[in-house]
């Protein structure tokens, strides 16, 4: 079993911008594939930003060049710096670990951490 737990969420001004961290207890988390999904009210959760065992990262096309994703594996943590943050970067923002993308396998959820992007 693994548990995620997610910080940094929090009000943030358009331009502004915040450092999320999701914290995994367990021992796979170094072999396994991180990724950060958001869910705005009314919206489906949608995929933000995936990173490999290896470090190769992917991101949604909204936050490509604002919003970067990394992991430490000594410390078992993912992160999401997310800059120029933007009125609809608004959501729940929820950490996944996985084994693979196509979804066999294990497959786990953080409890979500509210960011709200408003002047």
């Known amino acids: 079993q693994v548990q995620l737990v997610e910080s940094g969420g929090a009000l943030a001004h358009p331009g502004g911008s915040l450092g999320l961290s999701c914290a995994a207890s367990?021992?796979?988390?170094?072999?396994?594939?991180m990724g950060w999904y958001r869910q705005a009210p009314g919206k489906q959760r949608e995929l933000v930003a995936r990173?490999?065992?290896?470090?190769?990262?992917d991101y949604v096309d909204s936050v490509k060049g604002r919003f970067t994703i990394s992991r430490d594996n000594a410390e078992n943590t993912v992160y999401l710096q997310m800059n120029s943050l933007k009125p609809e970067d608004t959501a729940v923002y929820y950490c996944?670990?996985?084994?693979?993308?196509?979804?066999?396998?294990?497959?786990?959820w953080g409890q979500g951490t509210q960011v709200t992007v408003s002047s």
């Open positions: 990173i490999t065992r290896a470090g190769s990262t």
């Open positions: 367990g021992s796979i988390f170094s072999s396994s594939l």
């Open positions: 996944n670990a996985r084994a693979s993308w196509s979804g066999s396998g294990y497959n786990y």
